[in-house]
């Protein structure tokens, strides 16, 4: 149904002057800004490179002032404590029914190469939660496999099937593995949509590692339900389950930063939000007609399948005449944050490149202004660093031609006295000063809004740890962002210059970095910081305390790598009660549950000498798993009785050189053909040799 066969929008009107006020507060403050920056300058910004770093500088500022107002009204509007724009006015203290049993919603768990025992452990804890709430019957799950590793694709048929097994639930969990991994999550959504979407009038979208609460699904439920003008409501997730130093930090902050910026993202946003890509629901008819991604023409970088679709999608959903909103009242939605820095940078690789890509969509016809606002918003999440990048080797720059180049006096025309160069040094004090407020403040008033909730803090372990965690995040993320900054910027002109990225699996374990690694990345930023700040040293000393923090935090980005990276490090803050979060001092249900299955949960008995991780092994040899496998490749379409003739030289080599000799993609070729896989199943329980044997787990080891 479309907004236009509804009563007008009373939230238009509201929108429209926030976002007047908004742009006003942004490029007055700015102005002025630059207005004194012009003041400190040497030539008062008369010289071409003076004007450029009062460019840069101009909008740099005007982009921390975004996320300051952001945080400002997210600050006002949780103090107010009440919101008649809040989507989840309506549901507040009813019971967690469905009335409508057509209301029907389809959960759906995208995977692509994870930790099966995590994911499954994470299906379940939803599951169990729905159960409890007593309106499961309107939900279905779906794990949507992309996964390219065979160990894997197997594992996740078995540990499918033993779950509907155990919970008796064959017609409400389904596992589909594609065929295809065309436009990769996005891809696998649309392909969902095409074949079930007509089933269903909403889907819940997970990422591998999300956990929800039954009861926040439910009321998300019940706002579509009793809004049929919102296409995408979103919800924010918490940060949780991490234990290494970055990741506690970035949890911490999560939680005590994120509902304020949530809340001033509503305020500003209204119903043209974004969605984040996970931990949302959808509505399905209107995103299976609107949101089909077009892939980019041309070549390079920019081209292709669409990587940042989410904030496509919410556009392409909006210009439909569907609202996207942002429930950042609603709790009960986690997920997991990187575990090392590194593991954070290879997603920012990713994401650059899809949000760079969003330059080429800006000036599509019928989108709403302020996505395409949040679309040069995205291009700037990353290409901001490189514009701090550029102004600071041009102040830098400044900095050395003022002690190497012979300064002018005497302007162009003549004149009796010479133009001495004043130094105002309250003017540059006054400009960092309210450079630091747009960056700190927001950290003050979330620390204040905690203190108003909850005078003593208990959330978060007492108002000393709380404070305590907020300086050690303070000072953590102020070292980190220059190692940032340099990697982005990278990023960013390696996408400009047609540099595409891959498909790599998220890692999703606390495993710390190794020194070699670290190096191995780090390298050159600490080549960089190194020659930088030494430069600047030897030439302008007094230059060099401005810049020590940017080329001090480069030159020691490898130990700062290393050492974030490490749980023992994360561990010993907490045992401080520093950079804890609620959900520590607070387990939810959901959460311990999907830890009790973690460590609880212990493999089936097999005869077989193979782990549960081999999953190859366990498709050829293990009858059980085998059949599971074909029957599944059966219900993909996966028919045939006769073996294609290139693979089966492929069985030939199996059997001859034993499984070592398979490749990753000659397994894959394998267990995509049931032919071939069967007649491999066939020969390996015929084969006489009992070495050969004991290579597929049958029989006995040479050892035993």
Request: charged share 20%.
């Amino acid at each position: 149904m479309s907004m236009k066969n509804l009563s007008p929008n009373l939230w238009y009107r509201s929108a429209a002057w926030r976002r007047a006020l908004l742009l006003a507060l942004i490029l007055f403050p700015t102005a002025a800004a630059c207005r004194t920056m012009a003041s400190v300058l040497p030539s008062k910004g008369g010289t071409p490179l003076e004007v450029l770093l009062l460019i840069l500088f101009g909008v740099l500022f005007a982009w921390i002032s975004v996320g300051f107002w952001t945080a400002f009204m997210g600050f006002v509007l949780l103090l107010a404590g009440k919101n008649r724009y809040s989507p989840s006015n309506h549901c507040r203290g009813r019971d967690l029914s469905i009335a409508d049993v057509s209301a029907r919603t389809a959960v759906l768990i995208p995977v692509y190469n994870e930790d099966v025992k995590k994911v499954m452990a994470g299906l379940e804890a939803v599951y169990d939660s729905l159960e409890r709430t007593g309106s499961s019957d309107r939900f279905d799950f779906f794990v949507l496999s992309d996964s390219t590793d065979p160990d894997v694709w197997v594992e996740e048929e078995a540990a499918w099937h033993r779950f509907c097994s155990d919970r008796d639930c064959f017609g409400r969990v389904f596992y589909r593995k594609r065929r295809s991994n065309a436009k990769r999550k996005s891809g696998n959504i649309a392909d969902f949509c095409r074949r079930w979407g007509k089933n269903y009038r909403y889907m819940i979208v997970f990422d591998a590692d999300s956990v929800m609460a039954g009861r926040t699904m439910v009321r998300m439920v019940q706002i579509m339900e009793d809004r049929p003008d919102i296409g995408i409501l979103q919800t924010p997730p918490a940060g949780v389950n991490r234990e290494t130093f970055i990741a506690r930090a970035q949890q911490f902050a999560n939680r005590v930063y994120g509902p304020m910026f949530a809340a001033g993202i509503h305020f500003w946003q209204l119903g043209d939000g974004q969605y984040w890509g996970h931990n949302a629901i959808i509505r399905v008819e209107p995103f299976t007609k609107h949101c089909q991604l077009p892939r980019l023409s041309g070549k390079g970088a920019l081209s292709g399948d669409i990587l940042s679709h989410d904030f496509v999608e919410s556009a392409l959903m909006r210009r439909a005449g569907y609202g996207v909103w942002l429930a950042y009242d609603l709790d009960g939605s986690y997920e997991e944050t990187p575990p090392t820095l590194l593991d954070e940078l290879k997603r920012d690789r990713r994401w650059c490149q899809g949000n760079l890509q969003h330059m080429r969509l800006m000036f599509t016809r019928g989108f709403f202004p302020t996505h395409r606002a949040l679309f040069l918003n995205g291009v700037l999440s990353y290409g901001s660093a490189l514009l701090w990048l550029v102004f600071l080797l041009i102040s830098s720059v400044q900095a050395l031609a003022e002690v190497v180049l012979e300064p002018s006096y005497f302007l162009e025309t003549k004149t009796l006295f010479p133009q001495w160069p004043v130094w105002h040094p309250h003017w540059a004090l006054a400009l960092l000063g309210s450079t630091a407020v747009l960056l700190f403040l927001p950290k003050l008033l979330s620390f204040s809004l905690v203190l108003l909730k909850d005078p003593g803090a208990s959330s978060f372990g007492g108002r000393g740890k709380l404070a305590g965690g907020i300086l050690v995040e303070v000072l953590l993320s102020t070292l980190l962002a220059p190692i940032r900054m340099i990697h982005h910027s990278l990023f960013v002109i390696g996408t400009l210059l047609g540099k595409d990225v891959g498909w790599g699996t998220q890692s999703r374990d606390d495993r710390g970095t190794a020194w070699v690694d670290a190096a191995s990345v780090h390298w050159w930023a600490t080549l960089l910081g190194i020659v930088w700040g030494g430069l600047l040293y030897l030439v302008n000393p007094s230059f060099f305390p401005w810049i020590s923090p940017i080329v001090l935090s480069l030159a020691f980005s490898v130990p700062l790598s290393v050492f974030t990276s490490r749980v023992s490090v994360g561990r010993s803050l907490r045992r401080l009660g520093l950079l804890v979060i609620p959900e520590e001092i607070r387990l939810p249900r959901e959460l311990a549950e999907v830890k009790d299955h973690i460590d609880g949960e212990r493999p089936p008995y097999s005869p077989f000498s193979f782990s549960e991780r081999q999953g190859f092994l366990r498709a050829v040899t293990d009858p059980r798993v085998h059949g599971l496998h074909i029957s599944l490749l059966a219900s993909c379409g996966h028919e045939g009785t006769r073996i294609r003739p290139d693979r089966l030289p492929l069985v030939d080599r199996a059997i001859a050189e034993g499984p070592g000799s398979l490749g990753s993609g000659d397994k894959m070729e394998l267990l995509k053909d049931p032919a071939a896989l069967a007649e491999l199943h066939r020969r390996v329980w015929t084969l006489e040799d009992d070495l050969k044997a004991s290579e597929w787990g049958i029989g006995f080891s040479p050892a035993g």
